[in-house]
């Protein structure tokens, strides 16, 4: 009977804590050099993008086609302006950028706990600083997409229940009053020249997404003054070689004001972050390097891009954007006005890669090619240690000059002279008296293939003609996506 | 020779043991008066019975029948009656006349309402019972060939689904009385009693070690466990010697082949090509071309290519399976023993490294030490290696094209072997299962053992008695996953070589302490029993991984041999939970008509925020029988009315979901590793679900014993269940305790047995059970999403949990005149071909306003039956097994919506549609490829009902045989058929699919086996 009674000294074992946890009501928020931790997590974030994600908000416009043929067929069909809600990208694309942006309010809401408890006050308002202009290009690219979306208040997901739908005007407005808080507190400097963060936002980057969705607002005046601030610092150049800007050299260059970065960390095999470039890669190629993986055949340059830059007498930037397949060649030379092709125009790129005929595609983007020679030794997969180009300074610059066209003025020199830089580096001779449409030409020839800028523009524009091509036929009420099936299950305010 | 010169001396050392221990209790025969002398037969055989006990009435003297069942006795003058009494047999008084010679029968226990079954904790009447249990016995477990026992139940017992798991060394599925917890949370599995030791699975055991398993549905019979009660409890008793029984040896074993059942006809090369040139794809027709390119052109049609490829052949294999036991027990007036080991080897059908293979050991002994004093000590040692198989082979064989062959000749850089790709065709991927199947190798071994000691003390002989047990359960798995590289060409290899090893352990310890106080005071029959349980669990896990080491030898294949060791891979888990538990039972019953049980336990453990958790319930019982209006009807020798109410929790559901932690986020900036951090803030706490079950039941014996009955009617209510409960916008959820579950439904067993002659019985068995699975509440929210956004599965108040949910198809459009006079087909653009949907609103649009429920992946009927025959030496068995009512989610068909240019099954292909009136089911080939066909519908869910022929066997049995002039073994042979006809209509391998989404469900085999079992 007494051993009935002594078993009841175990109770005591209730009472212990349970293991391996680490709760964040246990972080110490007096280390104040931990405060950087938040800020890199949504920087990791940032650069673990979802493969499809860039896909669904970059394939409409007459510069790229889906490529794929026979596979993610609604991809294919939303590229030719057929909508399904349900297809799983729309869903996919959505709940990724959300959780995008609550992690960045949660990690703001970290930093603040840092300030709070002693650390550096300018270190954690530039930090802030930085998760919102993170944020403001989750916010920018969903409205450009689907148009009213939520603004996420705080860093809980519920919030959305009472959250008011915002138009896409409101979203911009939003993301430019963001930005005007943000650039006081960040780093005039080139992202490359940041030592604590490399390749992190600065000044500029804030800059240039306050133009970005200015521009979308049609207010030219506040686009010509973010860019041109971006102009006169001085900071920024064109990268000479085009070719390899989009390539291992071109990483963290001087024309670049933000990229999702990636790296294999200079080893054959091991530890790798990557984006999943095999999407943009040949089905099929005898590469310079055996052995290097090939693609699924997707994003592919159209047609009317590629006869588009032949009419302009381009080689520079269309050896850059496009590779070609001799299925391609002869699709292209079908055409009576072009069987006299460039003779540099082949289905071997000048590193030696050699692009077979597949099934999917004619042409493969060349701005999302690796050449296989600078594969690290060891490494197999497309496109590995490559970084992923978001705003270059290109960009900025044809913004400014469209801005000027459009009636705005500026203080960083002429729109000949901004177009005439764009244009010099891609070999082309210099114009005078640039007009919106030459500018968008010049964008165009440029930015192709590159996140839908030339969709974007079109719908900015109306100008819905240049968006029906090849057997598409585009009408402004097609401008927006509808909102995933399963968001609407969720949030009954986007039904209604 | 030599073994029969070993046979007879074992049974003539047998045979001199029992004469001494003969003797002995002979010594104890004395007295005056006549000399009675006589024999023991057993009713049915006409075989006399050695050992049975013969006493004379009123006295404590007696004997015991010799070799040839005959016994001796002197009586005394008065002394009328004899007890005969024997194990296995009722016991049966003769008054003596005046002959000197008698001859007793002695009548096989027909009826099991003298037995005890095992409560928890102690042991009670089949008639005491007020609540719903069943017990299967060892004999109903040996017909299954199977490494676990639980499979061994599957139809057995009414209100307990069973769904196989087909690859080998996989546990079933069990569900006692449905799903009372949400699915997919690791959260539905019952409680395992393993002679006191608690586990979530029994995979270790091997059937031949169990005497008994008892399903304990209701919760007033599983109350005594408390806050782990509520999936159900099933316990299990190891086999166990029995005092005073001669020296049993058994060998049992079989060895047999699994041949994969109903395999899916996919479409042939003709059918595929015949889709392709249909579906409107330029790529998919030139896919074709390249074919009869690389391969050339099939001679019978030149428009295909001369490949035909069955994956599903090409990755099945027939698999062995046997299994082979020694038993011995025995025991005499102090000790009783059962040792014994056993192994049992399995291979999957999957023709790669895919089996399983277990070596078990067990000892169990038991002493009575003093006459107050019995100790005992139990060990079961199992050490199992399985190889997994590569899941994923199910799922690429279904969609790997009909166009490709195994092998490509033409594939002359492929390294180490030249299998085929279908990268080489033009597709987007490599297709070919084999170099996954060839170079991935998941082995684990498993080592479990169960160690208990107990002491029970007689403080007041038969009156009151106190147990203490420590029950110790130790496992050890060490798990490598080793993917090996190859080349098939750029797009379709694997670089480096990886291996994966993690290491875990449980460590479980549970020390009880019981007081058991049974009396009698007239009328009133009382058992009361109270103790303490103390509970320590503790788990560990340690994993990392090695990449590029050498591959050549497996000597080499280890992580420190590794060229790149990624530290983010390396993780170490650990969990400690303890538990202290105070519970007491009392059962009561009145002149043995007026039942009462009722027990309660308080749990406590450090898992959650609340500590304390009380758990009561109440049992009420009436034998009629045992009034005077029925008392002495033979057509109703016995009938028990039942009910029952009690609270049960489930401890299965995780203290807290979501994190409030900071979890480590890497990236790289600059070509430089940076860690960050993440936190997340959908963070709740949980508790334990709380079951409330109310059961009402009648057990019956009628028609002089020979149909017994039990019907049983139940409502569970799960309270507090963790539910998902949607995070919006970010594609996540948090469990959080706030739905209502019910389940309830209705069981009816029947038992039919009878002897025709001497040489002819049989018995007729059947089980059915209802059930029915309703959401009450769900914190407010009318639904809940789950499943996929393309698969979609939703719950609705009043209405089974994850429904499917989707549009109903009306038909096909079969000519562009019924698309001219729709206008929702001129809407969407539809030509013939597509589907027509239902216009579930009638608004005249199309859209997922119009999406229903589809059906439910839960059977709302499970029956099941047997049938057995004994002639003479001759046996036959007999079981059946059935369900209907639920569906299945045929997502393989569903995914060509991520990948539209794969295979399809044959049915599909053959009855698409292509022209008008080719089918008004299935949609064109084009069709299949346009998001409007691929919407969630009911062409995607199927019907799940199945009956199947469980089990057949056939046996002959060698009794009494002389051999060489030695007594020669009781020998059966058997053959079994396990599962060989299953008939359903779903387009898989199988109907049982445990969470109703088939994506790649392993096989479930037929097997065949021959049997033996040798007797010493």
Sequence with gaps: MGVLFLSNGCKKYLDDPKENLAYTDETDYTISSNMIKPILGTYSEFNNTEWEDFPLIAVRGDDVNAGGLGDQQDFAETDRYNYNKDFWMYNSLWQNYYTNMFSANSAIEQIVLYKENGANQTLADQYIAEANVLKSWWLFNLSRVWGSILIPADA?????????????????????????????????????????IPGGVTKYTALAMKALANLELKNYQAVAEATGEIINSGKYSLEVDYYNLFKIPGKLSNENLWEMQYSDLGQGSGDNFSYLFAFFGPSDWNPAVAGSGPGWGFWEPSLKYIKFMLDRGESIRLETSVIFTNRGITELKSDPNYTNLPTWISNTTRSGDEFKDYARAMFASGKHYLPSDQLTEGRTEYGTNKNFICIRYSEILLMYAEALTQGASGSAGSADEAVNLVRARAGLSNVSGVTTAQVMDEKFAELAMEWGTRFYDMVRLGRTADLSYEGRNFEIGKAFLPYPQNQIDQLPVLGQ | MKKHLLQTQVNRWMKSMLLLFLAFIGTAVFGQGRNISGTVYDQLTNESLPGASVLIKGTTKGTSTDINGQFNLMVNAGENTLVISFIGYETTEVALGSQNVVSIMLTPEKTSLQEVVVVGYGTIKVKDLTSSITTIKSEELSKTPSSMPMQALQGKVAGLQIVTNGGPGNSPTVRVRGIGSFPGHDNEAPLYVVDGMFFDNIDFLNPSEIASISILKDASAAAIYGVRAANGVVLIETKSGSYNQKPEFTYSGYAGYQVAQDVVKMANAEQFTAMAMESGSAADKSFIEEAMQRYGRSRVNPFIPDVNTDWYNEILRPAKISNHSLDFSGGNEIAKYSIGTN???????????????????????????????????????????????????????????????????????????????????????????????????????????????????????????????????????????????????????????????????????????????????????????????????????????????PTNMEQSWYISQSANIPSEQVSDDGIRMYGMSYFSRLAYNFKDKYLLYATVRADGSNKYQQTWGYFPTIGVGWILSEENFLKGNVNIPFLKLRASWGQLGNDHIQASDGAYTTSIANTTLGGIQYAGTVVSNSFSYLKWELVEETNIGITAKLLNDKLSADLDYYIRDTKKAAIPVIIPAVGTSVMRPVGTIRNSGIELSLGWSDRINDKLSYSVGANVSTLKNEVRD??????????????????????????????????????????????????????????????????????????????????????????????????????????????????????????????????????????EGTSNIYPSSAGLRKGWNQKMSDYFVEDGSFFRIQNVQVGYTIRDSKWLGGQFPETRISFTAERPLTLFSYNGFTPEVANGVDTQTYPIPAIYTIGLNVKF
């Design chain 1, 156 to 196: 809980t997901p519920s919030s959305l229940y009472v959250t008011p739908l915002s138009s896409k005007e409101e979203v911009m407005q939003y993301i430019s009053d963001l930005m005007d808080e943000a650039i006081p507190n960040l780093v005039a400097v080139r992202p490359n020249e940041r030592a604590d």
């Design chain 2, 343 to 549: 192994y049992f080897f399995q291979e999957g059908l999957l023709n790669m490294k895919n089996e399983y293979e277990r070596m078990n050991l067990h000892s169990k002994i038991d002493l009575k030490a003093t006459d107050w004093l019995t100790i005992g000590c139990n060990i079961v040692y199992s050490n199992a290696t399985k190889y997994n198989d590569q899941a994923g082979a199910w799922n690429q064989a279904y969609f790997a094209v009909p166009i490709m062959p195994v092998h490509d000749e033409f594939n002359t850089n492929a390294s180490p072997t030249n299998y085929a790709s279908a990268r080489s065709l033009g597709y987007r991927d490599g297709q070919n299962p084999f170099p996954a199947m060839d170079f991935n190798i998941d082995g684990m071994k498993i080592k479990k053992i169960i160690a208990n000691f107990y002491m029970e003390f007689d403080l007041v002989p038969k009156t009151l008695t106190f147990k203490t047990t420590y029950n110790n359960y130790f496992m050890a798995i060490d798990q490598r996953v080793v993917n090996l590289p190859w080349y098939i060409d750029d797009g379709f290899q694997n670089v480096d070589a990886t291996l994966t090893r993690t290491i875990s352990k449980d460590d479980n310890k549970i020390w009880d302490n019981i007081l058991t106080f049974t009396e009698s005071f007239g009328a009133h029959n009382l058992t009361i029993m109270a103790g303490t349980s103390f509970k320590d669990e503790s788990f560990q896990k340690l994993t990392a991984q090695g990449k590029d080491f």
């Design chain 2, 778 to 915: 769900l914190y407010g929210q009318s639904y809940l999403d789950g499943g996929t956004a393309e698969f979609r599965q939703r719950t609705y108040v009043g209405e089974p949990l994850m429904a499917f949910y989707g549009r109903e198809v009306a038909g096909i459009y079969q000519n562009q005149a019924e698309i001219d006079a729709d206008p929702v087909a001129i809407t969407n653009g539809l030509v013939p071909g597509d589907f027509k949907y239902k216009d579930q609103n009638g608004d005249d649009v199309i859209d997922d306003d119009d999406r229903v429920i589809l059906g439910s992946y839960f059977p709302n009927l499970i029956y099941g039956g047997n049938f057995s025959i004994n002639y003479s030496d001759f046996d036959l068995s007999c079981s059946v097994y059935g369900q209907s009512g639920n569906k299945i989610l045929n997502r393989k068909r569903g995914e060509l919506i991520w990948t539209a240019d794969g295979n399809l099954d044959a049915d599909l292909a053959t009855n698409r549609w292509h022209g």
